[in-house]
Nanobody, 123 residues
Framework: QVQLVESGGGLVQPGGSLRLSCAAS????????MGWYRQAPGKQRELVAS????????YADSVKGRFTISRDNAKNNTAYLEMNSLKPDDTAVYYC????????????????WGQGTQVTVSS
C-alpha cells in the first residue's frame, strides 16, 4: 500500500511563507510525478503545482512567481512546496498528489492522495 504524508501547514500572516512537505512510502516501484492541489471552502479542488520525474513543472497562474515545487534528490519520494508572499486567497486545505506505479509489471500507475493540511493566511 502507498501512503502520502503531508506536513507544514499552519497559520501565517499575509506576506509570510510556509513550506509544505509530502513523503510517499510503502510499496513503490516508481513515482512518476508529485504535485499539490488545494481546496478552499465552497470551491472545487484545483491544481497548485506539479513536478514530473524529469523535472518539468506546472504552476497555477495564481501562484506563479510565489510558489516553488521541488523534489528531494536523495529522497526521491519526497516533494516540497515553498510558498512565499502568501495571500488570504491562498487559504485552503492543501493535498499532496502522486502518480505512482507500485509494481514493475503494471501497465500504468495510479493516483494517490494525502490526507490534506490546512493553510490559513490571515492577520
Amino acid at each position: 500500500q502507498v501512503q502520502l504524508v503531508e506536513s507544514g501547514g499552519g497559520l501565517v500572516q499575509p506576506g509570510g511563507s510556509l513550506r509544505l512537505s509530502c513523503a510517499a512510502s510503502g510499496t513503490i516501484f516508481v513515482v512518476y510525478s508529485m504535485g499539490w492541489y488545494r481546496q478552499a471552502p465552497g470551491k472545487q479542488r484545483e491544481l497548485v503545482a506539479s513536478r514530473g520525474s524529469g523535472g518539468s513543472t506546472i504552476y497555477a497562474d495564481s501562484v506563479k512567481g510565489r510558489f516553488t515545487i521541488s523534489r528531494d534528490n536523495a529522497k526521491n519520494n519526497t516533494a516540497y512546496l515553498e510558498m512565499n508572499s502568501l495571500k488570504p486567497d491562498d487559504t485552503a486545505v492543501y493535498y499532496c498528489n502522486a502518480y505512482i506505479k507500485v509494481r514493475a509489471w503494471e501497465s500504468r500507475g495510479n493516483d494517490y492522495w494525502g490526507q490534506g493540511t490546512q493553510v490559513t493566511v490571515s492577520s
